[in-house]
């Protein structure tokens, strides 16, 4: 313990003692120089005094006078010794008062609750309260052997570090509170004073620290907050937590637009009566599994296909909230729900879940649930107006026939319908071979003779042919993309062989045939080829396997790993819409492909856009010197095919050599094609 330091400490006015004993010692230095230049005085007086005939004169009135002269210096010594008494006691009854503060605060500090703590400028610890033992389990060895700041909580050492630094600098401790490391491994909250001890000069020489063990308050303070915000029966965020997260999320979809959400109000239909025929405590436990299901629930639909980035920068993604309203009414908050449908999907998935009977006292009970929905588009901008809408859309819900799900925005309910429908109809085609698949021809430059074809899918339907732009996006989305496309690759596969043998060149007729991300992720993907490319019996090297960019260049070891299973099958590859996805042309010399289709964009103004020209000649350029060749798409006129040929493009395909066209009409395009190169090579 350092002592002197101690001795200064007091516990009203720490400094008022000290300053009263350094006034009187510098008097007692006045005094004693006063009383010994008096006595030299006086001894001078009496050595003449005593021995006369040191003196000139000796008349006996300069014998009166003397005398007289050192009666007044006497008292005057006397006068002076009694004020240096006087001050003397002062001084010890003031070293007395200080040896007692001395002992009371020592007294105060070893048998504190609160740990003391005495540490210099530079975090050093020079004393610690027994307390710390207490109530951190460290030894007065352990803190001794680190500094002040050691065990304080990593988030908070900063702001730590701060405060002692303004102590220091201006003298002034604040109280604060932190998080400190028990020698158990725990993180204790403590309270948090610092009073600065000035030297001489007026600087913080010192701080006294006293800490005080907050952290039960603290834990009944932050359970006094969670019941403020939670209910009490399921735990879940009550009423006001929701809202104000809604209310936030709201306000954030007003600045960001690509930010979108949706909220499902959940109603148990005729609770009551379950409630009243089963008795309240029942209904409590059905609720309280209810509430269960419906977090699991929530925390699945954070992980099935919903979009990989959110709509605003630096939000966390998903961050879903279900809340328990009051009864039998839950609601959850759906982050980032770009598209209606999700939000309708997630619901009808909840319910087919809350179907599943609940047991509750060894009894089977099955519910159904209404649910209304509303999205952040609608031009609310309070939380409470959002909150109705989809209570009104429940309770069409429940008017409708109960189990059932309704959006309350017209928009988006047309919207989710056309989704919904799409999908349901989307699998009825699949079953009855609504889907046709068309081909576009891939043309040689430089021959002007067919290469091979694209195959690309159509939807026939009643009411007419749909563009794979409608539905593809749908069909990637459920899965049905996987069956949808080993129909067609069997199907073109098919048409190839015959056209192969029908129309013999050198190389052989080639096709290509797109893969999406959902099909790329299948790990039988490069089974499910070879075993078509056996059963239709095409050499591999016939096929070409085309994979946007994005996905081709993804994840680099997963779908390294594909396109080198897919390589080694010997079929070809191809990067379609090539300069439409972000690129990384270091990565385009590792992966294994064989072809680059540049994509239409660039091509269709290739010959009024001198940038765009550039563009697709430095991509020839580069493609060459990977050892790639290189396909046009969407050539739709002469100027570009030439403009192609100048740049020494293999390749082209386009509206400008044929649309995408069924089988029958392929066939004779091909021979027409054959006829007119007999024709070229003839005359
Ligand atoms: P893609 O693979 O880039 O196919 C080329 C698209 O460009 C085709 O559209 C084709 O009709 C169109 N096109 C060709 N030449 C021209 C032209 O000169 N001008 C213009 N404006 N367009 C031209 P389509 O058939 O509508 O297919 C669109 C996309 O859908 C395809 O782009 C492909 O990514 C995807 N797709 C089509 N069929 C299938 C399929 O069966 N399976 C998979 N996974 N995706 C397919
Ligand atoms: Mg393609
Ligand atoms: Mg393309």
Wanted: net charge negative; aromatic share 8%.
């Amino acid at each position: 313990m350092d002592q002197p330091a101690f001795q200064e400490v007091s516990q009203n006015s720490p400094q008022a003692i000290p300053t009263q004993m350094r006034r009187i010692e510098g008097r007692e230095w006045w005094l004693w120089g006063f009383a010994v230049a008096v006595t030299l005085a006086l001894t001078l007086g009496i050595i003449s005094f005593t021995f006369p005939w040191l003196n000139r004169e000796t008349d006996v009135a300069y014998w009166f006078d003397l005398r007289e002269w050192v009666r007044g210096l006497a008292a005057l010594v006397l006068l002076f010794d009694f004020y240096a008494v006087y001050q003397h006691m002062q001084l010890h009854r003031i070293r007395r008062q200080l040896a007692e503060r001395d002992q009371l605060f020592h007294l105060i500090s070893e048998n504190a609750a609160d740990m003391i703590a005495l540490v210099d400028s530079d975090g050093r610890r020079l004393y610690n309260s027994p307390s710390y033992q207490k109530v951190l389990g460290y030894s007065n060895e352990d803190l001794n052997s680190t500094s002040a700041f050691e065990q304080i909580h990593p988030d908070d050492r900063p702001r730590v570090e701060q405060a002692a630094k303004k102590a220091r600098l201006t003298g002034q401790g604040e109280r604060m509170e932190y998080r400190v490391l028990h020698k158990d491994g725990t993180w204790r909250t403590l309270e948090s004073t610092a009073s600065p001890i000035l030297n001489a000069k007026g600087q913080t020489d010192k701080l006294v620290i006293v800490n005080r063990d907050i952290t039960e308050r603290k834990r009944a303070e932050e359970m006094l907050a969670h019941n403020a915000f939670h209910d009490g029966l399921t735990n879940l965020p009550n009423r006001a937590l929701f809202l104000d997260r809604l209310q936030h999320a709201l306000t954030l979809s007003k600045r960001h637009p690509n930010y979108k959400f949706a909220i499902l109000l959940i109603d148990v239909d005729e609770f009551k009566i379950i409630n009243d025929s089963l008795g309240h405590k029942a209904g409590d436990e059905l609720l309280i599994q209810l509430a269960q299901r419906l977090t699991c629930s929530v925390r699945q639909a954070d992980l099935v296909s919903r979009p990989r980035t959110s709509g605003v920068p630096d939000r966390p993604l998903h961050d879903n909230t279900l809340a328990r309203l009051g009864g039998d009414e839950f609601t959850i908050l759906l982050d980032d729900v770009r598209d209606p449908i999700e939000a309708v999907r997630v619901a009808e998935r909840m319910q087919a879940e809350l179907a599943v009977p609940f047991v509750v006292n060894g009894q089977k009970i099955v519910i159904s649930v209404s649910i209304g929905i509303a999205a952040s588009t609608s031009p609310h901008t309070q939380a409470e107006d959002l909150l109705r809408d989809a209570d009104i859309a429940m309770y069409r819900a429940k008017r409708a026939g109960k189990g059932r799900c309704e959006v309350s925005d017209p928009a988006m309910h047309a919207s989710a319908v056309k989704r919904l429908s799409l999908e349901t109809d989307l699998r009825k085609a699949l079953d009855q071979g609504e889907f046709r698949v068309y081909y576009q021809p891939i043309v040689s430059l430089q021959t002007g003779m067919f290469t091979g074809f694209e195959a690309l899918t159509r939807w026939q339907r009643p009411e007419g042919v749909l563009s794979p732009m409608d539905f593809i996006g749908v069909a990637e989305e459920t899965g049905l993309i996987i069956p949808m496309n080993r129909q067609l690759l069997r199907e073109a596969c098919q048409h190839l062989r015959s056209w192969q043998s029908e129309f013999p060149s050198t190389p052989p007729l080639t096709m290509s045939v797109n893969i999406t991300s959902k099909e790329f992720a299948q790990p039988d993907l490069a089974s499910e080829i070879r075993k078509c490319l056996e059963q239709t019996g095409i050499d591999p090297s016939c096929l070409q396997v085309e994979i946007i960019e994005t996905i081709a260049m993804g994840d680099a070891e997963k779908s390294g790993q594909v396109l080198a299973q897919l390589k080694a099958l010997g079929v070809r590859l191809s990067i379609d819409d090539f300069g439409t996805g972000y690129s990384s042309l270091g990565r385009l010399r590792r992966i294994p492909v064989d072809t680059l289709k540049i994509d239409r964009a660039f091509i269709s103004n290739m010959e009024r856009d001198p940038e765009n020209r550039e563009i697709v000649r430095a991509i020839i350029v580069l493609a060459h010197n990977l050892g790639l060749k290189v396909v046009a798409e969407g050539t739709e006129t002469e100027e570009q095919v030439s403009l192609l040929k100048q740049f020494n493009c293999e390749m082209a395909q386009g509206y400008f050599f044929s649309r995408p066209i069924d089988d029958q009409a392929m066939l004779k395009l091909l021979a027409s094609n054959r006829n007119a190169r007999a024709a070229s090579v003839g005359g």
